[in-house]
């Protein structure tokens, strides 16, 4: 086809826009593009831990990004609300978890990761009720800075209530309770007397009446606590809870507020 009938052709079956609209729209879908390009490079690793409080509503679901970028996720809680997190959290086109962890078998924090399981590929998935089990003085190493220890449970305990024998882990400087709450944090510690200040604690079951003992909070000093909470009939956070930590003064950020 000659130039000529190129032209001819275009005039004949092109698109019936004035020159300075078509402009126009490229350089829209061109400035989208980048903005959503910019936005992708923005959840790429920046060399340090990054941990991430997934908003799931009434559950636990804790998102980490190791300095490399190895993605690591424990607990999923109870729908599919941490798709959405993952999804505000990691590129677009990173489709893997290396590490993904469930700490008790409850609905609040093993249903979304079912879910997790069906749309990225997981390198290692630990503690679920089919899988490798983990107990206090585990540990795993990322190889890029980021340490995983197990505080607990130890093999020998035994209790009804899954919340008691929760897997708590301290990765790096964050110290996340899962619903291990006061019922065995004097065990904790004396399994643990290594353990000092942290930076960060989840709050365990959601900042119930139960959730932390003074004398807990006294070895770990936590600059901030993380209580993963949303809307529910047990009065979660409990009002003693949150006056016991700003005693600590300890800063408090909640997933249903922050």
């Known amino acids: 086809m000659t130039k000529e009938e190129l032209r001819n052709f275009w005039t004949e079956y092109g698109p019936k826009y004035p020159k300075w609209q078509l402009i126009f729209a490229a350089v829209l879908f061109l400035s989208i593009s980048a903005f959503v390009l910019s936005q992708e490079l923005k959840k790429l690793p920046n060399g340090k831990l990054q941990l991430f409080a997934c908003n799931v509503g009434e559950g636990d679901a804790i998102y980490l990004k190791s300095p490399k970028g190895l993605d690591i996720l424990v607990d999923g809680g109870p729908d599919e609300s941490v798709l959405r997190c993952l999804s505000n959290n990691m590129p677009f086109w990173d489709r893997k978890i290396e590490l993904m962890f469930l700490t008790h078998p409850h609905a ?3 249903t979304g990761l ?8 997981v390198d290692r998935y630990l503690n679920c009720p089919a899988c490798q089990k983990l107990y206090l003085n585990d540990r795993i190493l990322t190889g890029d800075g980021v340490e995983i220890n197990v505080l607990w449970p130890d093999r020998t305990v035994q209790y009804n209530d899954p919340n008691l024998t929760s897997l708590v882990l301290k990765i790096n400087d964050n110290l996340l309770m899962a619903d291990a709450d006061s019922h065995v944090q004097s065990q904790i510690l004396d399994l643990n007397r290594w353990l000092g200040t942290v930076e960060v604690i989840k709050v365990p079951h959601h900042g119930s009446r139960t959730a932390l003992l003074p004398s807990f909070l006294e070895i770990v000093r936590p600059t901030k606590a993380i209580i993963s909470v949303g809307k ?3 009065g979660h956070p409990d009002p003693e809870t949150v006056k016991l930590l700003k005693e600590f003064g300890v800063k408090i950020e909640r997933t249903d507020r922050n």
């Open 232 to 234: 529910n009939d047990f």
């Open 114 to 121: 079912n879910l997790v399981l069906k749309r990225y590929q």
């Open 108 to 110: 609040d924090h093993m």
